[in-house]
């Protein structure tokens, strides 16, 4: 029997399409909603969602990513699963084991926005946890945690915000538009565009790159996956997983070697971008034993700000 399981992520400047979200989910009967992190920019965002996912009474699996912060979300969820067991705190569960198939929760990012707390990294001498930095507070994942965690890799899922590294800028999860700076330091493209859009009324892409590279950015297209995770998922022998992160990468597909796997077919290789939030993407995977398929969906904001 197929589990389905709805993915949102990346939800940063448009709440306003989770009810839309979930009201597509439930129609489409899924077993549980996965967040797979960045949902929202701060508390109130963040309690939105959960407060409609429990009244969806769907299971929904919670996880952070780039932006969360630790006392919001941490008080969050304990708050609302106190209320509503169909509320569940990825970090505390680490996974879940289905009757065919299990799902792995790997929490936080390699890159952390300004105020993002939740580490995501390949640590041999730190444990997960929470620590204590110059910077701050920080919730640590170590990827290592992975060799206990996975038991039968033909049929696990990881779920991570941040996808592993592949090589094809055509087709694969982890495909990046960002400007990089003299110094290194990157922003996300798609953020620069659209604030020299606004700014200086640019309209093509010329005038954008122009602007730009007069504000000192370089336009880039690469693949910025994870190198660890992917030594991880091939030593594990890992061949399915789920992100976000990269907007836009959002509902692209591709097997180990980078090829585009289309909705709908059902194989034992899928690594899937479930969607950018905002932009209204989000996707259902479908689950037979050791195999797995996506469905995108590309849903309008019907609730107006």
Known sequence: MTTRYGFISDIHQNPNII?????KFKEEKVNAIVA???????????????????????????????????AEFESMLEYFSSKNPTIINARQIGG????????????????????????LAKEDKYESG?????????????????????????????????????????????????????????????????????????????????????MGFKFKIENRGNEHLKEMYKKLGITKAVSGHFHESGHQANDSKGNKIPQGTFTPELFWNSGYGDAGQCGILNVDRNKVSYENLKLKNIIQP
Not at 41 to 65: H, K, M, N, V
Not at 185 to 206: C, H, W
Request: proline share 5%.
């Open 36 to 70: 797979n992190g960045d949902i929202g920019e701060d508390a109130r965002t963040l309690s939105f969602f959960i407060e409609w996912a429990a009244y969806s009474e769907i299971p929904t699996i919670i996880q952070p990513g780039s932006h969360e912060k630790i």
């Open 130 to 214: 929470i620590y204590k930095t110059q910077e701050g507070i920080i919730s640590l994942t170590n990827m290592n945690d992975l060799e206990k965690m996975v038991k039968e890799p033909e049929n696990t899922i990881v779920v991570c915000h941040v996808p592993r590294k592949f090589d094809n800028t055509d087709t694969c999860v982890d495909v990046a538009y960002f400007g990089e700076k003299p110094d290194g330091s990157v922003v996300p493209g798609l953020a620069i565009a659209e604030m020299i859009r606004q700014k200086y009324k640019a309209i093509t892409p010329e005038d954008i790159e122009r602007i730009a590279d007069k």
């Open 19 to 23: 009810p839309t979200m979930i009201r």
């Open 96 to 119: 879940i084991k289905a009757k065919d198939h299990s799902l792995v929760f790997l929490s936080g990012s390699d890159w952390n926005v300004q105020g993002g707390e939740y580490h």
